[in-house]
């Protein structure tokens, strides 16, 4: 075979690897939000099945003639070249893995995500546990499998959402914004600031936030010509393809904000997921770097954006339109000490921007200790409870509002807490670069002139794909190193000058 003839046959065995992905996404989100209650037991075995043909796709021999035939090539493209070495990279990983382990992991997930979710339902967790501790057997498994020499279980499951980040590298990072954002908390704290915002006298129907939200997402720049929205327990987003994207939400008629904000973020989300180069189209090459910086496009979006007042001298107007009877009494400062409020929350998603990632750092330590097997499940509430008497003075009322109240555990996705706090800080230093790059950038945000700001994201951070680590490519993009700094700034600037 010519070697045209090798890169055109590995491409093309990228994609069907791509299209099994696809697949498996599909029945992933389709789980979440249309799958009939009893449909739990079959489609988790589907997934599985389909699991068990991408890693066979993934580990056959000619996969890796081909990847090793193309990557001895000199010539191409650098993103051709970035294309095959992170594929390479991705399948040496799944070679890792016995196939029927991935399967089985597959399986208990999808088990485990569908009776978590009963037992939100239903306030009990006894038909989840069971399935919960087959699944963490598991994942310490996966981990021995990936782990490098001297790397910790936590580690290696790290490695799958936050490529080439380590512990050494983030830890420092996390304990130096833990002092940041307790000082500044015993700042507000002292000064009056920790004030829960006062409900809405009114309520926001559940038929005019789905009009709202569906108008406000085209106003970002999502095309909803490639992406739908659609409602699940919790809120998330779904890239089947750059071509078909899915964000959901919940909804809450007292109190708008909840709903408003989650899909700011699923938005942020989603704009990445769309902002890829057609022609890399199922390949790497129009795949996120990390989950972190899939992150730093969300929060970015929802917090620097959303939260800014400059948004909502624009958007209010707008908002009191479809809401008088909940808003028509509420001027813009009022509505905005909503917006900025600072409080302690049982709960992470309605958690605001300061102490939102104090319950990310409880989580991560947390799921350190399940992982490596210093926290037992059944000891799982009581660590849960302390920790959360620690950081915000408060014990849950109900799992809900404890434990159960994520689904990442129950999906199996240890080592993903981390990147939503990546996320954070990086969202800060882009803030920082565009303020620097567009000098009206505060003007931009109040007129909803998003095309200028979209297009330097595209160029920056979603067109890069994976030609390089989610490090890398921040370090590019803002011009700074990985720190709390500018995070840190940005709070300050926000909530306390």
């Not at 914004?177 to 700042?187: A, Y």
């Not at 620690?390 to 994520?406: A, I, K, M, S, V």
């Not at 981390?418 to 109040?446: C, D, S």
Request: proline letters at 5%; charged letters at 25%; hydrophobic letters at 40%.
């Amino acid at each position: 075979m010519t070697q045209p003839d090798i890169q055109k046959k590995l491409l093309e065995q990228i994609r069907g690897i791509y299209a099994l992905r696809a697949a498996l996404s599909l029945h992933g989100w389709d789980q979440e939000t249309k799958m009939p209650i009893g449909g739990g037991g079959s489609r988790a075995f589907v997934m599985a099945e389909l699991a068990g043909h991408l890693h066979k796709a993934m580990t056959h021999p000619e996969m890796f003639d081909l990847l090793d035939s193309v990557a001895l090539e000199t010539s191409g493209s650098p993103e051709w070249k970035a294309c095959v070495k992170a594929m390479r990279k991705d399948c040496l990983r799944k070679a890792k893995l016995p196939i029927s382990l991935d399967k089985a992991l597959v399986q208990a997930a999808s088990l485990a995500q569908h009776a978590w979710s009963e037992a939100r339902n239903h306030g009990n967790p006894s038909g989840f546990l069971p399935l919960f501790r087959q699944l963490v057997h598991l994942k310490r498994e996966e981990a021995d499998c990936l782990r490098e020499p001297g790397q910790s279980k936590y580690e290696a499951l790290l490695q799958t959402y936050e490529p080439g980040v380590t512990l050494a590298m983030i830890e420092p990072v996390f304990d130096s914004l833990e002092v940041g954002l307790t000082g500044i908390v015993e700042h507000l704290r002292e000064n009056g600031g920790l004030i829960k915002p006062p409900p809405f006298p009114g309520t926001f129907p559940r038929g005019q936030q789905k009009s709202y939200l569906k108008d406000m997402l085209p106003r970002l720049g999502f095309d909803m010509r490639r992406g739908r929205l659609d409602e699940s327990a919790h809120p998330f987003s779904e890239g089947i393809t750059r071509e078909d994207v899915r964000l959901t939400v919940r909804y809450h008629e007292d109190n708008f904000l909840d709903s408003y904000f989650s899909l700011l973020h699923e938005g942020g989300h989603g704009l990445y997921e769309q902002g890829f180069d057609e022609e890399w189209l199922m390949t790497p090459m129009a795949e996120a770097v990390s989950l972190g910086v899939h992150e730093s496009q969300s929060r970015f979006w929802e917090n620097c954006v959303g939260r800014s007042r400059e948004y909502w001298e624009g958007e209010y107007p707008l908002l009191v339109q479809y809401f008088p009877a909940a808003l028509g009494s509420i001027d813009l400062d009022s509505f905005m000490r909503r917006v900025q409020s600072v409080h302690p929350s049982a709960v992470r998603v309605q958690a605001d921007e300061i102490t939102y990632n104090m319950h990310i750092l409880l989580r991560f330590r947390l799921e350190k200790l399940i992982v490596e097997g210093d926290l037992g499940i059944d000891e799982l509430e009581s660590a849960w409870n302390s920790e959360m008497q620690r950081w915000f003075w408060l014990t849950p009322d109900h799992l809900n509002e404890g434990y159960l109240q994520d689904v990442h555990w129950a999906a199996g996705l240890f080592g993903y807490f981390p990147t939503y706090t990546l996320g954070n800080l990086w969202a800060a230093q882009i803030r920082e670069k565009l303020i620097e790059v567009f000098p009206r950038y505060h003007f931009m945000v109040r007129e909803g002139h998003f095309g200028p700001i979209l297009e330097w994201l595209r160029q920056n951070i979603h067109r890069q794909a994976r030609k390089t680590n989610s490090i890398e490519l921040m370090r590019n993009a803002t011009g700074c190193e990985l720190d709390s700094d500018s995070f840190l700034r940005y709070l300050r600037e926000r909530y306390i000058t």
